[in-house]
T-cell receptor, first 113, second 114 residues
């Protein structure tokens, strides 16, 4: 069966450190993968998209890697800040253009001052 | 930017009544809108996909007569939860696309059925 797995336990790190979140998938061949941030009681906010033929994408303090052999994406936040505390969701799309998204459960990140 | 507004943000209703949730794209025309449901500490579950002027496509296991979707224009989609029951209590979120890969989400609606 198809699965998208993200660490269910919260990730606690200290301010200034790099946070690394994992998204693993099975029985999918995604055309692209997206990462979203979700704050409590709010809708998700788009952060980054990485396509199947890309290894790495960066945006300011964010970096995403995509390994289609390992079927894994890593999401990094460098120089983390308490304001980065939120739940981070990965989502897969199987079509290269517009496509419905399938979401993981998300990983909660807590950055302590 | 692209803004999607969802209304109401919270609603409490009595069991057996119907509730309508609106999703509007404020500054763009949305070719497609999506409705999701999210339980605490769970992932967003896609309920249905709607395109303006046509019937919504429901995901397996979602009752179309229970969750009525109307996509009347390129900027408005509504979800009506009919004859609501306590098990329908959840967080409902809509999203919209311009036809590309990025999805823009509303702020969500917390529905509580008592």
């Amino acid at each position: 069966s198809q699965k998208i797995e993200q660490n269910s336990e919260a990730l606690n790190i200290q301010e200034g450190k790099t946070a690394t979140l994992t998204c693993n998938y099975t029985n999918y061949s995604p055309a692209y993968l997206q990462w979203y941030r979700q704050d409590p009681g709010r809708g998700p906010v788009f952060l980054l998209l990485i396509r199947e033929n890309e290894k790495e994408k960066r945006k300011e303090r964010l970096k995403v890697t995509f390994d289609t052999t390992l079927k894994q994406s890593l999401f990094h936040i460098t120089a983390s800040q308490p304001a980065d505390s939120a739940t981070y969701l990965c989502a897969l799309a199987v079509n290269s253009g517009y496509s419905t998204l399938t979401f993981g459960k998300g990983t909660m990140l807590l950055v302590s001052p | 930017g692209a803004v999607v507004s969802q209304h109401p943000s919270r609603v409490i209703c009595k069991s057996g009544t119907s509730v309508k949730i609106e999703c509007r794209s404020l500054d763009f025309q949305a070719t497609t809108m999506f409705w999701y449901r999210q339980f605490p500490k769970k992932s967003l579950m896609l309920m249905a996909t709607s395109n303006e002027g046509s019937k919504a496509t429901y995901e397996q296991g979602v009752e179309k007569d229970k969750f009525l979707i109307n996509h009347a224009s390129l900027t408005l989609s509504t979800l009506t939860v009919t004859s609501a029951h306590p098990e329908d209590s959840s967080f409902y979120i809509c999203s919209a696309t311009k036809g590309g890969t990025e999805a823009f989400f509303g702020q969500g609606t917390r529905l509580t059925v008592v």
